[in-house]
């Protein structure tokens, strides 16, 4: 059954010039004014308990969350924004909107509603898509590149390509990247790239880890706490039935170790980073080591030669296996590829 969800639009009209007024009242009369910003995991939290981003000069800022426009286009950024933070709330297996999903937000891969410097950014979004993919073999607009995390990630169903809440993600996603010029990817996209370790990832490694940086959060069996009113994850199952599938971008464990390295334990960031490049790596070895949701992806890469050196089910067009492929060492994988793209620019 699909409901109507809240318009905010006029509370936003309403509220914004308020705010307004009344920050500038207190900065006056000296006192300090307390606000609220989104955590990781989507809870909202006074944002003076939470250390400031250092962002170093030249890496992407996200544009200043007051400047939405106090319109219905603004109504519409903010809804999108709103449904980035608490997916579940609206999407989630118990919807306001309809039941899509698996219960994880958005937020909870994309930090900061998908704001944070090195935390799996908007920052790239509309100033590359359209683009050629190589895992779908196929030019993939930005309506289909949501519905992949909602398939993939989230383990559910796509959204209607021109319905309102596509139409809401897209423009607070158009919006996020406004001032990043077509074609550019700006210093602080996507996730940290770490060096490749020597030997093979280690999940034993990973679990020790694992048992003293991150079970406090995310349970002891990876299966995470709920917020209150049990509708979405304070912190997210990192395995198991609610988790993100074999589908997901983030089982792949270049992606998962530069994802914890640059944004996990809490409150670490890709300047302040709590886990050595190793321990990442090994930590990501771990939970991708978990059972989790499995997804049909036999269609995936139709060009076998253009799989990722992490991506660890065959066929491959070399001689690694998939263990290999999974947990590396990923350097020799690296290397071949290096060697076979150079034969065929002969």
Not at 229 to 242: H, I, Q, S, T, V
């Amino acid at each position: 059954m699909r409901a109507n969800p809240p318009d905010i639009g006029p509370i936003a009209r309403l509220v914004n010039p308020l705010i307004g007024l009344c920050v500038l009242v207190l900065g006056l009369i000296g006192l300090t004014a307390w606000t609220l910003a989104v955590a990781p995991s989507g809870e909202l939290i006074p944002s003076a308990t939470l250390q400031p981003v250092i962002v170093p000069s030249g890496e992407w800022r996200a544009p200043d969350f007051s400047t939405i426009p106090v319109d219905l286009s603004g109504d519409e950024i903010r809804y999108g924004r709103e449904l980035i933070a608490h997916t579940s709330v609206y999407l989630g297996p118990h919807g306001k909107v309809e039941a899509l999903s698996n219960g994880m937000n958005c937020q909870n891969c994309h930090l900061d509603a998908g704001t944070r410097p090195f935390g799996n950014n908007f920052s790239a979004v509309a100033s590359t898509y359209p683009k050629f993919r190589a895992r779908s073999g196929k030019v993939e607009t930005m309506e289909e590149r949501v519905n992949n995390c909602f398939e993939r990630s989230l383990n559910g169903k796509p959204l209607p390509p021109g319905g309102r809440e596509m139409k809401a993600i897209v423009a607070y996603m158009k919006w996020i990247g406004k001032e990043v010029p077509a074609g550019k990817t700006p210093v602080g996209a996507g996730i940290t790239e770490l060096q490749y370790l020597d030997n093979p990832a280690d999940p034993g490694k990973g679990k020790a880890l694992y048992d003293t940086k991150c079970f406090t959060c995310h349970g002891k069996k990876g299966e995470g706490e709920l917020a209150a009113g049990g509708n979405e994850w304070k912190y997210p199952p990192l395995w198991g039935a609610g988790s993100y599938t074999q589908g997901a971008g983030l089982f792949r464990l270049s992606r998962f170790a530069g994802y914890v390295k640059g944004g996990m334990p809490f409150g670490a960031t890709s300047t302040k980073p709590q886990l050595t490049d190793e321990e990442a790596w090994h930590l990501a070895a771990y939970v991708n080591s978990m059972h989790r949701p499995s997804l049909d992806i036999s269609h995936d890469w139709p060009d076998i030669s253009q799989k990722p050196m992490d991506h660890p089910f065959g066929p491959f067009a070399d001689g690694f296996d998939e263990k290999q492929h999974k947990y590396g060492p990923f350097r020799p994988i690296q290397d071949f590829a290096g060697k076979r793209s150079g034969q065929k620019k002969l």
